[in-house]
């Protein structure tokens, strides 16, 4: 019961279903690109990281100092069908700004 309800919660703000949708379609991110991308402070942004991680949405891999998230698989029935709608929503994303590839990522 525990994980279903930090599920809900985790689905239960815009910022994160944004940060959800923006990683579906951009595929593996660095935190640095997702700051960049979405022009949130690290801070924040690792606080909603975490919570979709705890969640069960999320897996990170770390690869030397820098973290990279994507959407974790396979997902169980209820997180699939919640990403599923998510795709539907009206959610405009910003482009993806790749800080990681051209040295500007200061994380």
């Known amino acids: 019961m525990e994980v279903f309800l930090k599920s809900i919660s985790a689905l239960n703000d815009e910022t994160r279903v944004l ?11 660095c935190v640095c690109d997702l ?4 022009e ?5 942004l690792s606080r909603h990281l975490k919570i979709l991680k705890d969640a069960g949405f ?3 891999e770390r690869k030397g100092t820098w973290a990279y998230y ?11 069908e919640a990403l599923e709608e998510i795709r ?3 959610v405009e994303l910003p482009p993806l700004k790749k800080s ?6 200061k994380i």
């Open 19 to 29: 940060i959800l949708r923006f990683i579906d379609v951009n595929g593996e991110c």
């Open 35 to 38: 700051q960049a991308s979405l």
């Open 40 to 44: 949130m402070i690290q801070s924040r």
């Open 58 to 60: 999320l897996r990170v």
């Open 70 to 80: 994507s959407i974790r698989a396979p997902l169980d029935r209820f997180r699939s």
């Open 88 to 90: 539907y929503l009206s």
């Open 100 to 105: 990681s590839e051209t040295g500007g990522c």
